[in-house]
Nanobody, 122 residues
Framework: QVTLVESGGGLVQAGGSLRLSCAAS????????KGWFRQAPGKERELVSA????????YYADSVKGRFTISRDNARNTVYLQMNNLKLTDAAVYYC???????????????WGQGTLVTVSS
């Protein structure tokens, strides 16, 4: 069993920055790769970024490349999503998820956090 707890969401102006955190717990949680998804009202959930648990492989959706950076702190068993130059279209509930499969396949993700809300104002 893997438990994921997100934090760091909030209200930010367009062009601003936020850093989301995903703290994982559970005996095997550190051996799962982690991804960040988001879901805006009326839209499908989309994979934003992901990071492999043991190497430097990462994934970014085209919409966030160059603005978002994913990283992990193995000692803290925590994954971060640094979001810069936020746009109105980035507003959504952001979820952390865990997988043992390929990073870029959303159906591989088995465990999910409760989500954290990111609001972007103009």
């Amino acid at each position: 069993q893997v438990t994921l707890v997100e934090s760091g969401g909030g209200l930010v102006q367009a062009g601003g920055s936020l850093r989301l955190s995903c703290a994982a717990s559970g005996r095997t949680s550190s051996t799962y790769s982690k991804g960040w998804f988001r879901q805006a009202p009326g839209k499908e959930r989309e994979l934003v970024s992901a990071i492999n648990w043991s190497n430097d492989n990462t994934y970014y959706a085209d919409s966030v490349k160059g603005r978002f950076t994913i990283s992990r702190d193995n000692a803290r068993n925590t994954v971060y999503l640094q979001m810069n130059n936020l746009k109105l279209t980035d507003a959504a509930v952001y979820y952390c998820a865990a997988t043992r499969g390929s990073l870029d396949n959303p159906t591989n993700y088995r465990y999910w956090g409760q989500g954290t809300l990111v609001t972007v104002s103009s």
